[in-house]
């Protein structure tokens, strides 16, 4: 099971703990570590498209559009239709 760190380009810096998690349904899921806490439902899923969309059960609903993307480097970016915008860094990325 992957897990997700924040980045040091992160806007609430680096934590040292993970963020999420990849379960083996491919969903992204909340670690007792995240800063919300551990919901149980996953948040985000990673579709074949290699971007990673919100789903019906995240905290700031659905969109239909990717909030992030992955990248050949590996790293997860904000993509331009996240909520926050896009900043050009990575925001996460898979330890």
């Known amino acids: 099971m992957k897990k997700i760190f ?5 806007p609430n810096g680096w934590g040292g703990l993970p963020d999420y998690e990849i379960k ?27 971007k990673i969309y ?3 059960s995240h905290s700031a609903g659905w969109s239909g559009l ?5 990248r ?5 970016y904000r993509s331009i239709h996240h909520s926050a915008g896009w900043g050009g860094l990575a925001d996460y990325e898979f330890r």
């Open 6 to 10: 924040r980045s040091l380009n992160h």
């Open 24 to 50: 083996n349904d491919g969903k992204i899921y909340r670690t007792v570590t995240h800063p919300n806490g551990w919901s149980g439902l996953p948040d985000y899923e990673v579709r074949n498209d290699g």
């Open 54 to 56: 919100r789903t019906l």
């Open 66 to 70: 990717p909030d992030y993307e992955i």
């Open 72 to 76: 050949s480097d590996g790293k997860i």
